[in-house]
């Protein structure tokens, strides 16, 4: 994995918008990159982990196509938070998309 994936996973991670976006001004194609990549955990997800419900918003509305991706456990963006107990941002997820409400009754029944 390159420097650029590395700096953004940090980025996730911490929940630091002012980095996710100095690292798309350095390549517009970031986000477009790795939602090319399979089964990867993607820094929806990792911010998903983290708890980063403002990083979690801003990925959304960059690449929502993240939202539906899975990484290599099988879960998605969406799984991760609900792990966590975070219901007020599985509801700012669902506002965001349509396509998310169908996939959530298939999501939570992976969850039991």
Do not use: C, W
């Not at 953004?8 to 990159?33: F, H, K, M, T």
């Not at 975070?86 to 396509?99: A, F, I, R, S, W």
């Amino acid at each position: 994995m390159d420097e650029r994936y590395e700096r953004l996973r940090r980025a996730s991670q911490a929940g630091n918008i002012d980095a996710l976006y100095a690292l798309i001004r350095e390549d517009a194609y970031l986000l477009e990159g790795i939602d090319q990549i399979p089964f990867f955990d993607t820094p929806l997800h990792i911010a998903a982990a983290a708890g980063h419900t403002d990083f979690i918003m801003e990925i959304m509305n960059l690449k929502l196509s993240l939202a539906l991706k899975l990484n290599n456990d099988g879960f998605s963006p969406i799984h991760l938070v609900l792990q966590n107990g975070q219901e007020e941002t599985v509801l700012d997820l669902l506002g965001m998309k349509k396509d998310l409400v169908l996939n959530l009754k298939k999501i939570l029944k992976g969850l039991k």
